[in-house]
């Protein structure tokens, strides 16, 4: 491993999340399509129990880093569905880290799932669900994937309280973007939850640290050359934790 490499592998090192530690951090930059997804997917894990075998669809899975951590770190069989990215693009990678036989690359529409009712024993989700989870109706739709008692975790950016004005606070107007209509508080998500039905929430907090995290990250992606991660180190130091967080999520399926 060259000097530069390993500064790298220290840096993003962070102590909450020791599994995502050994990951080779530069192809993670290189495939980034937002915060790091594997910090994301760890602290969805530490609040979210899985055992090996189980079937985990991780819903909008981007790049695949996700689906490839759940199977090597869990031992489960995951699929791997997303809308944007082809599945031929995330088969070359999960073939590469040599778990073909436990990670399944799909494309998929959210609304739109082919799976049998009941076939999941987990729905997991980072950084996607808010682009289609918001509906009323979506997790009676979702959860119908999932067998008794098995669970839906997402961790979405989000807010620290919901906005009280129909404009973002005064800081972040320069930086705000559509998208983030879609960003809501943990109590949000409980209470959205709660009155969907069909489930018990057991978790609905805020990721500890999680800014913070999403800082250090912006700053590596800026700085190995991610010109697209501009935006987010902006938003994040106009911000520093005030109004955005990460929204975490856990519920399980009567
Ligand atoms: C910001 S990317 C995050 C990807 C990945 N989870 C990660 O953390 O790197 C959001 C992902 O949500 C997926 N997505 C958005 N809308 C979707 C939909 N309606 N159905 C399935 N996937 C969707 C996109 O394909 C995209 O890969």
């Known amino acids: 491993m060259s000097e530069q490499t390993s500064d790298l592998q220290r840096r993003l090192a962070r102590p909450a999340y020791p599994r995502s530690a050994a990951y080779d951090q530069r192809r993670l930059i290189e495939t980034v399509m937002g915060p790091h997804p594997l910090w994301l997917m760890e602290a969805l894990t530490q609040v979210l129990p899985l055992q090996p075998g189980m079937r985990v669809l991780d819903l909008g899975c981007g790049r695949a880093a996700t689906s490839v951590f759940l199977a090597k770190e869990f031992g489960v069989r995951v699929t791997a569905a997303d809308l944007w990215i082809k599945p031929a693009e995330n088969w070359a990678r999960i073939r590469q880290a040599g778990l073909a036989d436990a990670v399944t690359p799909l494309h998929a529409e959210a609304h739109a799932l082919p799976f049998a009712d009941g076939y999941f024993d987990a729905i997991v989700s980072v950084d996607a669900y808010h682009y289609f989870g918001t509906d009323d ?118």
């Open 137 to 254: 109706l979506y997790l009676a739709y979702v959860t119908r994937f999932l067998r008794p008692g098995g669970r839906l975790g997402i961790v979405v950016p989000g807010l620290v309280a919901e906005l009280e004005a129909s404009a973002p606070p005064e800081h972040l107007r320069g930086h705000w973007a559509r998208d983030f209509n879609t960003f809501h508080s943990p109590a949000w998500w409980r209470r959205h939850w709660e009155r969907g039905g069909g489930v018990d929430v057991e978790v609905a907090d805020a990721v500890p640290g999680a800014w913070e995290d999403w800082l250090l990250w912006s700053e590596v992606c800026v700085a190995e050359g991610v010109a697209a991660a501009q935006g987010d180190l902006d938003l994040i130091q106009a911000d520093r934790g005030r109004t955005l967080c990460f929204a975490r999520a856990v519920a399980r399926a009567n």
